[in-house]
């Protein structure tokens, strides 16, 4: 409850207010009440005590209510002092840690342009010698196949894995509303001002000592279609599974599979479509699927991923997911959606009837899922078209969030946040307030 709170005070500047001057006032209470101040109490509580041994001959045992009644209030006065001067301490300290991570934020927020190329994770530029991956170029079965050698999967560590088939991009089931064409184009197709994103990523407090075994892509640029400039933006998270090091690089195989298949599509692309656009998402899934399953094979170990996965592009956003990693939409005149489905046993529990929605967060089995990228089998990934509106938000988020801060807290700071890194560093903070059992990946970005 005190956690919301102080979310709540993050966000609303009259809540600050009227906290500090709330407290203010209770001071000044304390200050001019009868025995408010604690020594005051205990002057009169001593008092008390002194004329018991002349009051005891004449009243016996019931001139012990001399010593009572002070010493309650003596008591009720201390705790009060008590509570009032604890609550203050911890706001101060918040205030402290809020400006200590602003000006972090500040200081690690530009680099110069000669400097660009060190702008990498320590932790990712420590493993890059195990991280590396070459994915091959990859082709679309239903459209015109791009020409030149499809390349070969290069794994830096174990066995060479070769003559790795082109994956099927084409979902297994085709959603009916995937079948209308990219709206067509006006003449004069006025370009859409960059999303205004916001990126939250943390270790959590019980895994503070390990490796984020969570990776996020937030990219966004513009191509050229039919004579027109048209911005997109690709944004995913993929929250790793097997072990600390396994995870990570499970991960990581996911975010560079979807960056390479997505990039590479979209700027090579002839005819561009709602079925293009999922097509490739479904892809560079499929091939991050196949990628994680045979590095796990050649290493002789077990590792694999969730992942959820946005492409937003003209005013459509364009979302996969696996897993229990969520994409969620807020509009302010409905709320907050969740868009995606959890691919985890909680979810069908729920789902048969056999638990309660609220049960997810403290079922014993909610870590277990049973559909994640690098399974080694077929794998179904689920796909949806999302009509966005101007003000729209979307987010993505590991279940590092989802799992510490409920659906409702999470639509409030979305309604209540000015911008999309505001929102993201307060949910971010929120988990940790909620217990921040997991790693965190949050991404939240503005239509």
Same mark, same amino acid.
Request: glycine share 8%; aromatic share 8%.
């Given at each position: 409850?005190?956690?919301?709170?102080?979310?709540?005070?993050?966000?609303?500047?009259?809540?600050?207010?009227?906290?500090?001057?709330?407290?203010?006032?209770?001071?000044?209470?304390?200050?001019?009440?009868?025995?408010?101040?604690?020594?005051?109490?205990?002057?009169?509580?001593?008092?008390? @005590?002194?004329?018991? +041994?002349?009051? %005891?001959?004449?009243?016996?045992?019931?001139?012990?209510?001399?010593?009572?009644?002070?010493?309650?209030?003596?008591?009720? %006065?201390?705790?009060?002092? #008590?509570?009032?001067?604890?609550?203050? $301490?911890?706001?101060?300290?918040?205030?402290?840690?809020?400006?200590?991570?602003?000006?972090?934020?500040?200081?690690?927020?530009?680099?110069?342009?000669?400097?660009?190329?060190?702008?990498?994770?320590?932790?990712?530029?420590?493993?890059?010698?195990?991280?590396?991956?070459?994915?091959?170029?990859?082709?679309?079965?239903?459209?015109?196949?791009?020409?030149?050698?499809?390349?070969?999967?290069?794994?830096?560590?174990?066995?060479?894995?070769?003559?790795?088939?082109?994956? +099927?991009? =084409?979902?297994?089931?085709?959603?009916?509303?995937?079948?209308?064409?990219?709206?067509?184009?006006?003449?004069?197709?006025?370009?859409?001002?960059?999303?205004?994103?916001?990126?939250?990523?943390?270790?959590?407090?019980?895994?503070?000592?390990?490796?984020?075994?969570?990776?996020?892509?937030?990219?966004?640029?513009?191509?050229? #279609?039919?004579?027109?400039?048209? +911005?997109?933006?690709?944004?995913?998270?993929?929250?790793?599974?097997?072990?600390?090091?396994?995870?990570?690089?499970?991960?990581?195989?996911?975010?560079?599979?979807?960056? #390479?298949?997505?990039?590479?599509? /979209?700027?090579?692309?002839?005819?561009?479509? *709602?079925?293009?656009? /999922?097509?490739?998402?479904?892809?560079?899934?499929?091939?991050? *699927?196949?990628?994680?399953?045979? =590095?796990?094979?050649?290493?002789?170990?077990?590792?694999?991923?969730?992942?959820?996965?946005?492409?937003?592009?003209?005013?459509?956003?364009?979302?996969?997911?696996?897993?229990?990693?969520?994409? #969620?939409?807020? !509009?302010?005149?409905?709320?907050?959606?969740? &868009?995606?489905?959890?691919?985890?046993?909680?979810?069908?529990?729920?789902?048969?009837?056999?638990?309660?929605?609220?049960?997810?967060?403290?079922?014993?089995?909610?870590? $277990?899922?049973? !559909?994640?990228?690098?399974?080694?089998?077929?794998?179904?990934?689920?796909?949806?078209?999302?009509?966005?509106?101007?003000?729209?938000?979307?987010?993505?988020?590991?279940?590092?969030?989802?799992?510490?801060? !409920?659906?409702?807290?999470?639509?409030?700071?979305? !309604?209540?946040?000015?911008?999309?890194?505001?929102?993201?560093?307060?949910?971010?903070?929120?988990?940790?307030?909620?217990?921040?059992?997991?790693?965190?990946?949050? &991404?939240?970005?503005? @239509?």
């Amino acid at each position: 409850m005190f956690a919301e709170f102080l979310t709540m005070y993050d966000i609303h500047r009259w809540l600050r207010y009227v906290s500090w001057l709330g407290l203010g006032l209770l001071f000044v209470f304390f200050l001019v009440a009868e025995g408010g101040l604690p020594p005051q109490s205990w002057l009169a509580l001593i008092q008390s @005590v002194s004329v018991l +041994p002349a009051l %005891w001959p004449a009243h016996g045992i019931s001139s012990l209510t001399h010593v009572v009644n002070p010493l309650i209030w003596s008591v009720i %006065w201390g705790c009060l002092w #008590y509570v009032a001067l604890r609550v203050c $301490k911890v706001l101060f300290q918040h205030h402290q840690q809020l400006s200590a991570q602003m000006a972090r934020q500040l200081s690690g927020s530009w680099l110069p342009a000669n400097q660009l190329s060190l702008a990498v994770s320590p932790q990712l530029h420590a493993g890059s010698d195990s991280l590396g991956i070459t994915v091959p170029r990859l082709r679309l079965p239903q459209r015109s196949p791009i020409s030149g050698d499809s390349g070969s999967l290069v794994l830096p560590r174990g066995p060479i894995v070769r003559d790795v088939a082109d994956v +099927p991009t =084409r979902p297994a089931v085709e959603p009916a509303r995937l079948t209308v064409p990219l709206d067509a184009l006006p003449a004069e197709y006025p370009a859409a001002l960059p999303l205004r994103v916001g990126v939250g990523w943390h270790t959590g407090l019980v895994r503070r000592d390990s490796p984020n075994e969570d990776n996020i892509v937030a990219f966004q640029g513009t191509y050229t #279609y039919q004579g027109h400039l048209l +911005p997109f933006g690709l944004f995913v998270v993929a929250d790793g599974m097997g072990g600390h090091a396994d995870g990570l690089l499970a991960s990581r195989i996911a975010m560079q599979s979807m960056s #390479y298949t997505v990039l590479q599509n /979209i700027i090579m692309g002839r005819e561009l479509s *709602n079925e293009f656009f /999922i097509d490739m998402l479904v892809g560079g899934v499929e091939w991050a *699927n196949m990628a994680i399953f045979q =590095r796990a094979q050649a290493d002789g170990t077990e590792m694999g991923t969730t992942l959820t996965a946005a492409l937003v592009i003209n005013r459509r956003a364009y979302v996969v997911n696996v897993g229990d990693s969520r994409t #969620y939409l807020f !509009r302010d005149s409905s709320g907050l959606t969740q &868009v995606t489905r959890d691919h985890s046993l909680v979810a069908s529990l729920v789902a048969f009837g056999e638990i309660t929605p609220d049960e997810i967060y403290t079922h014993p089995e909610r870590s $277990k899922i049973y !559909r994640s990228v690098g399974q080694g089998e077929e794998l179904h990934i689920d796909s949806f078209v999302v009509d966005l509106q101007p003000h729209d938000r979307l987010l993505l988020c590991s279940d590092g969030l989802w799992e510490m801060v !409920r659906d409702p807290a999470i639509e409030r700071v979305l !309604r209540a946040s000015d911008s999309a890194p505001v929102a993201s560093d307060r949910l971010v903070q929120m988990a940790l307030r909620g217990g921040g059992c997991d790693n965190i990946s949050v &991404v939240v970005l503005d @239509v």
